[in-house]
């Protein structure tokens, strides 16, 4: 993705160390308990809206965004920023869900598909390179399953509760796992639906 890369949506920069040879720099929205999309642990190097990024035009090589589009009310906003803060051929890498259980939060609107997640690039003008489904129907149960697992643990009694859990967690991991490797793989029960775009090489913006 280059020497100069964007986290958009960063939160606690999970993804620094997969970036030894760049310099990676995080976006996100202060921490804030009322916020709407807010990240309470945020570790960004500037604080700002993704959908109004805060950086000139072309600054970067590539721009990273995971798990964040679904919290924006607006997410095309965010490819076309993208677009316009990236250098001519800039990659852009999403990932984001296409199930997963609410949050409970103001901030949560979407689940994307492939095909939504295309949609949405070439609206900003990128070119798709490829997107991939990661998961299927037994991941999703698994998934379920291990969030069930996860509900477990709490508050009171967690010296008992959370090893319980933990187990829990674990066993479902490796029986979805096995049985993930023995069943077809059926993609359009995706999880998760993993996106790489470039900006084209013109000069001149979209």
């Given at each position: 993705?280059g ?10 920069k ?6 030894p040879?760049?310099q ?19 570790k960004a ?12 035009d ?12 679904t919290h ?5 906003k ?8 990236l ?26 598909t492939a ?6 690039a ?17 991941l999703?149960?698994?998934v379920k399953l291990?969030?069930c ?23 479902i991991?490796l ?28 000069t001149d913006?979209?």
């Amino acid at each position: 993705m280059g020497k100069y890369v964007l986290d958009a949506g960063c939160g606690e920069k999970p993804y620094l160390s997969f970036f030894p040879n760049a310099q990676l720099i995080g976006v996100d929205l202060p921490p804030s308990e009322i916020y709407p999309g807010s990240h309470k642990r945020a570790k960004a190097d500037i604080f700002g809206d993704v959908c109004q990024l805060p950086f000139k035009d072309a600054t970067f090589d590539g721009v990273l965004s995971t798990f964040v589009i679904t919290h924006l009310a607006e997410p095309q906003k965010f490819f076309d920023e993208a677009y316009r803060v990236l250098r001519p051929g800039g990659i852009l890498v999403v990932c984001e869900r296409q199930m997963w259980h609410t949050y409970g939060v103001e901030a949560d609107y979407w689940r994307f598909t492939a095909n939504g997640l295309k949609l949405l690039a070439h609206k900003a003008g990128f070119e798709v390179l490829s997107v991939h489904p990661i998961g299927n129907f037994w991941l999703r149960l698994g998934v379920k399953l291990a969030y069930c697992a996860a509900r477990i643990n709490g508050r009171r009694l967690r010296f008992i509760r959370q090893p319980i859990s933990q187990l829990l967690i674990a066993c479902i991991n490796l029986v979805f796992a096995f049985i993930n490797k023995l069943l077809p793989k059926d993609t359009t029960d995706a999880v998760y639906n993993f996106l790489v775009a470039r900006k084209n090489n013109q000069t001149d913006s979209k």
